[in-house]
């Protein structure tokens, strides 16, 4: 199978050299397609023009490469690579498949020339063939696996972040209804029948943005008029189905193909509408998967991630009028849990992003990581680490500390989601009783050598005085961190 890589292109935009990740690429309306890997250097100027749309003649003057780079301790900093032929494209696409798992996503910056009263020509290629591609579809339904076994190594160090951070993402005016809209909105109603044309019916000629939004505009249609289809071919970059009920009564068949030189899918053939139903009536349907579920609660998700499971069987019930099960929609609402907020993994590599931007943004924040090799077969993995423990505490909660009571209150709790762990928090009270957080970890469990870590800390940056109580439920690993504190703990100091 050809392999595909994923493109985000920035234009008219601004290049920002100095964030805390290396160079960033920002601009007003960015796009994104996807190239194979057998692209050219020709093909991909020619794409990048076709998406581009302008009233000024243009020409690809530079195209830049936000090239991932992998630092100390397995953090990424980003560079600038010119893309100038068709070996530094191939550089490119080896990089990218290096490095995809933690940067899904090539992103280009693109300079044009501007040619104000002149025509410029774009090379053409004056046969009939339409540069067709095909993409080869797996269209198995994978809602079988409840827990589902990604093969993750929990890379924490790895920094996977899309946003530039000249500004941190959290101070920027967010249009959250702008950045989920869809990029084809006459598609993007799964479910109501409205897929296509103004009769609800595909046409050839009909362009897509993605593979992906062909899929779902298919469905939608499947779902919306209780038809279904089987693949009947499939190759690379090639969508093509059949009615089940294909020569039993019904001629409906679709084809879709990527048009590279259009960089977009396109509708190739269409024999019409469907002139069958589904032969048994039932409360599910085959294409009703856990994803095309996922994309149409998202916008529950958002607004309450913890919407219970009945809940999302009731919306899908109300909104394409079928039953699914509880667990298709278990593993939908766990889908749509990690397209909004980023999954587990995700979640751990962006870590030591947020707790930079903290440090950014308050400096005199304190942060301790430590981090673990990984193994592969008792040999380590170069550039990989993976979390082992991690303290904080806020700039304003150590300054709060200093007119609270000189009393700490310690305890830990049990952290129950993908990968188990303990959350350690230290509190102190001031003096109107307002309990005050001042230090937080996430440790393997609650060991001596986690509790010890933890006391270190909060001795080290947070209390930083003697004669300060501490409180604790007596846990064994709590006691035995305090005999190893040399004394800091301990009568006369504490």
Partial sequence: M???????????GEIIPNTHEGVSFVCECPFSFAIPYSTSFIELQNGLCVNIQSHISKRVSNILYRNPMQVFGGLIQFQIMSITDDASMQQMFYIYRQIRFHVPVIELYVEFEQQSGMD??????????????????????????????????????????????????????????????????????????????????????MEFGSRESVISAIKSYTISREVDYTMYESEPQTFYAKCKGYGAGCDCLIRASLIRKKACWEIRRYNGKHTCTMGTISQDHAKLDSDT??????????????????????????????????????????????????????????????????????????????????????????????????????????????????LVQVDGTHLYGKYKGALLVAVAQDGNQNIVPIAFAIVEGETADAWEFFLTNLWRYVVTIDGVGIISDRHTSIDAAIARSNGAWSPPRA
């Fill in 293 to 406: 579920i996922a994309d149409a609660i998202r916008p529950l998700v958002e607004a309450d991630p913890s919407i219970k499971v009945k809940s999302v069987i009731a919306e899908v019930q109300g909104r394409f009028n079928y039953i699914v099960t509880y667990r298709k929609a278990w593993l939908a609402k766990q889908k749509a849990v990690a397209k909004v907020f980023g999954d587990w993994e995700v979640s751990y590599q962006t870590l030591p992003v947020w707790l930079k931007a903290m440090t950014v943004k308050m400096p005199r924040s304190h942060v301790q990581i430590k981090t673990l090799p990984v193994y592969r077969e008792s040999e380590e993995v170069q550039g990989v680490r993976v979390l082992h423990r991690v303290f904080w505490s806020f700039y304003p909660c150590i300054v709060a500390f200093r007119h609270c009571k000189p």
């Fill in 120 to 205: 410029w020509e774009e090379e053409n290629n004056d046969s009939e063939e339409e540069f067709e591609a095909n993409y080869e579809v797996d269209d198995e339904n994978d809602d079988g696996d409840l827990a589902g076994n990604p093969a993750v190594q929990n890379e924490a160090d790895a920094i996977v972040s899309q946003h530039p951070f000249g500004v941190p993402s959290f101070m920027r005016t967010l249009d959250l209804e702008a950045m989920h809209a869809p990029e084809f909105p006459e598609y993007a109603n799964t479910g109501e029948g409205n897929v296509a044309a103004e009769n609800g019916e595909f046409s050839v000629g």
């Fill in 2 to 12: 050809e392999d595909i890589a994923n493109i985000r292109v920035y234009y008219n």
